[in-house]
């Protein structure tokens, strides 16, 4: 079984930044695809991106260039650093992961696609 814990979400304001983490037991991140994933109130839950056991990165279009997924397997923590922070970015943000590969990169990654979830985390951007 699979546990992810997040951190680091916080209030700040448009233009700002902010990097969250996540937690994993056991050594995941070397053999499982790991994604992140938003939610805002009202909305349906929709990808953000996701990185490869092998480090390999997609992102939404909606974030490219300015959010970036990376991970520290040593520390079993995967990362999110959120730049140039919009209040349309306002959501709550979880990680999640699955086994081995990744689901295909020419669609957005589906909630569907992972089996195991964080709790989240809340991020609030003011303008």
């Known amino acids: 079984q699979v546990q992810l814990v997040e951190s680091g979400g916080g209030s700040v304001q448009a233009g700002g930044s902010l990097r969250l983490s996540c937690a994993a037991s056991g050594t995941v991140y070397n053999r499982y695809c790991m994604g992140w994933f938003r939610q805002a109130p009202g909305k349906e839950r929709e990808g953000v991106g996701m990185?490869?056991?092998?480090?390999?990165?997609t992102y939404a279009d909606s974030v490219k260039g300015r959010f970036t997924i990376s991970k520290d397997n040593a520390k079993n923590t995967l990362y999110l650093q959120m730049n140039s922070l919009k209040p349309e970015d306002t959501a709550m943000y979880y990680c999640a992961a699955r086994p081995l590969y990744c689901p295909s990169a020419v669609r957005r990654p589906r909630p569907g696609d992972f089996n195991y979830w964080g709790q989240g985390t809340q991020v609030t951007v003011s303008s």
């Open positions: 990185i490869t056991s092998d480090g390999f990165t």
